[in-house]
């Protein structure tokens, strides 16, 4: 999955494998979770949060994205 529904929805540039910050702290999003997006924090690999992607969202320049 790619997060085609959240990009069709919300207008908003995500997709697997792109650097995010939300509420502050940064992550990749690692998971299309339908309406939220599945974010890995560099702090907690072991964990995937479900975010809201318009919620305290921030998406990260390509140049930001490993």
Do not use: Q, S
């Amino acid at each position: 999955m790619t997060c085609e529904y959240v990009r069709k929805t919300y207008g908003v540039p995500a997709e697997i494998g792109m650097r995010v910050r939300v509420d502050g702290v940064d992550g990749v999003i690692a998971e299309d979770l339908g309406h939220y997006i599945g974010v890995r924090p560099d702090a907690k690999p072991d964990v995937v949060l479900a975010c809201h992607p318009t919620w305290h969202v921030e998406y990260l320049p390509a140049e930001d994205n490993r």
